[in-house]
Every structure is written in C-alpha cells, then in structure tokens.
C-alpha cells in the first residue's frame, strides 16, 4: 500500500471534515517524526490510514470485534474506541496493509499503550496536537511537543483521562496502563 492508494482509500471512506483532519495529522506527524527521529514514511502512512473505521457502523464494529476473535472487553468502553482497533484489522484485511508498524500506530492512536513505539507515539500525539484541534490545556500539550515526545504524551493521556473521568465515562485499562508507565518513565528519567 503506497500513499497515493492509502488516501483513495480514505477519500472514499471519510467525511470531507474527517478527510481534512487526517490531512492535518499527516503535517503534524511528519513534523514529529522529523524532530524525534522516528521513520517518516510509516508516520505518514499510519496517519492517512489512522481514522478509516470512523464512520463504520458501531453494530458492524461490535460484530466484527465478535466474530474475528478481536478482545471482547473493548466492548465495555465506549464506541469512540472502537474505530482504533477495528480499523487496524480492517486495514490488514480489506486493503491488505501487512506493516505491523503501521497497524499497530493505527491500533493505538485513540487509547495509547504502555511503551509505545516512536511511530504509535507520534501518531497518537499528532492525532491529539494538530492545528484543528481545541481541547483544553492543549497549547501547553503543544509547547512541550517540541522538546520531549514522551512527556507530551504523558500529557495527552493525563488530559484524556481527565476528560473521561468528569463525564462519568469509563477508560480502557490500556489507557491507564500508558498513563502508569509514562508517569513513572518520566519520574526514572528526572
Ligand atoms: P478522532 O478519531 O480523530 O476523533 O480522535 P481519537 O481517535 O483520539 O478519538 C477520540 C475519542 O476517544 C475522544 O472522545 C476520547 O475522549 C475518546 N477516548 C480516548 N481514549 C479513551 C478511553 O480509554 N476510553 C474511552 N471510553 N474513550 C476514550
Ligand atoms: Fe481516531
Ligand atoms: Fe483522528
């Protein structure tokens, strides 16, 4: 799968909104991967390829975690997350993606995980930190996304966590998972 075929591929599966975020998450992953060293070429791809489940279905998501054996938890933490691994299955089986690097960004770009590759890490924070984006605290998640990819990762995940907990919604324990490892990663590194 080249580039050109990655963003037929999502020109066709997108909204125009959609198709401009992935856009901008292409900019701001190649930024990253530039700046902390990590493969520009898988950055890209994982990116243009990283929300092509979004506007499956949920009842089509649910089935497909059922019936391909994907983890049965998933279930249990809201739709908003199944778009990351179900994508990440479709693309190795629909379009045939194979790079395991490339699935695997794509499969974590929503929740993240403890030690993340540097390409699950630049594409989970470009998909948190490009231009179009407004959450709260997101300028300083920005700031430090200049000078430490791990910390600004620390950062997004602490403020997603937040973010879910006043609502009430609950998290994917891989979420806490990453929260825990970068919280003590960052302590180790001090
Ligand atoms: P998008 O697909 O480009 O909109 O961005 P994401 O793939 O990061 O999806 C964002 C949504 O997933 C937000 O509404 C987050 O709050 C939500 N989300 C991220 N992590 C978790 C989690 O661990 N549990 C739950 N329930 N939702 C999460
Ligand atoms: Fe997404
Ligand atoms: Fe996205």
């Known amino acids: 799968m080249n580039e050109i075929e990655a963003f037929d591929a999502v020109r066709r ?3 125009k909104r ?9 900019e701001e992953g190649e930024k990253l991967a530039n700046r902390f060293n ?7 791809l994982a990116a243009i390829l990283h929300d092509y489940a979004k506007y499956r279905p949920v009842e089509e998501m ?3 975690i059922i019936n391909a054996g994907l983890e049965e938890r998933l279930l249990d933490f809201g739709d908003e997350i199944l778009h990351a691994f179900v994508g990440a299955y479709y693309l ?14 794509v499969k974590y770009h929503t929740t993240g995980r ?4 540097g390409i699950e890490k630049v594409v989970f924070l470009a998909d948190y930190i490009e231009p179009g984006r407004n959450f709260p605290g997101i300028e300083e998640v920005r ?3 200049k000078l430490d990819l791990d910390q600004a990762c620390f950062m997004a995940l602490k403020n997603t966590i937040g ?8 998290v994917y324990p891989e979420t806490f998972e990453a929260y825990n490892y970068y919280s003590n990663d960052l302590k180790r590194r001090k």
């Open 62 to 64: 649910r089935n497909t």
């Open 18 to 26: 959609r198709f401009e975020h992935t856009e901008r998450v292409v």
């Open 143 to 145: 700031e430090i996304a």
């Open 114 to 117: 403890a030690n993340m590759t």
């Open 163 to 170: 973010f879910l907990v006043k609502k009430g919604q609950p």
């Open 13 to 15: 599966s997108l909204k």
């Open 38 to 44: 990590v493969n520009v070429e898988k950055v890209r």
């Open 92 to 105: 190795e089986h629909e379009l045939k993606v194979a790079d395991r690097d490339v699935l695997s960004a």
